[in-house]
């Protein structure tokens, strides 16, 4: 199990064992093989292997920029590698875990049991709370077949399934797509023929 910060450009490829702390957008505590994980690097921390029961901290200090993990609040050295690669926004909690491994998170729903001493902290749910309907995460099984029953109009825009497919290009001719999904392609996504132009169905050019 590893634990720690990512971010939006991070990689995470499970059945190729390629997870949290394995690139140069992550960083992770690795608290049963006592290391710390970055760009695929470890190097042995001074915690204690941790066992049931025991709580890991996280704080991300975003003004020093750096990253302290804490075990039963115990700090280990700040960590700032992470920073060279990643940029002030877009990160967020990661974890990595193999079968039959738990533990329970900790946004700021329940009051820390080891919080941070040395310095003012917020936590996530002090910035944004989630329905309970976007609390669940399916399994990516279900998420395909709650896709599949969904019920797409004829008309709707071939790319995005929001807007009206009302906009026919030029000179292919083919329709199917958005105003504003033309807006952000140069090639007709049908036959890769370049966009010259586009007009509105049952409208004149523009």
């Keep these: 199990m590893q634990i720690g910060w990512a971010t939006k450009k991070s990689k995470f490829f499970n059945y190729d064992g390629y997870g949290i702390g394995d690139d140069e957008y992550s960083c992770a505590y690795d608290g049963c093989r006592q290391l710390y994980w970055h760009q695929a690097q470890s190097r042995r921390h001074i915690h204690p292997a941790w066992r049931e029961g025991d709580t890991l901290g996280l704080l991300l200090d975003l003004e020093k920029r750096e990253v302290i993990f804490y075990l039963n609040g115990d ?119 370049e966009i010259t132009g586009t007009f509105l169905n049952d409208a004149t050019a523009a």
């Design 75 to 193: 700090a280990l050295r700040p960590e700032k590698g992470i920073f060279n690669h990643a940029t002030w926004k877009g990160f967020f909690a990661a974890a990595s875990f193999m079968s039959h491994q738990q533990c329970v998170f900790n946004f700021g729903a329940s009051p820390f049991k080891y919080p941070p001493l040395d310095r003012e902290y917020s936590c996530f749910n002090d910035e944004a709370s989630l329905t309970v309907e976007e609390k669940i995460i399916l399994p990516k099984h279900k998420k395909v077949e709650l896709i599949q029953q969904i019920e797409f109009s004829p008309d709707q825009c071939e790319l995005c399934c929001d807007l009206l497919a009302d906009t026919t290009m030029l000179p292919c001719r083919h329709s199917g797509i958005c105003g504003r999904c033309v807006k952000v392609v140069e090639c007709c996504p049908f036959c890769r023929s």
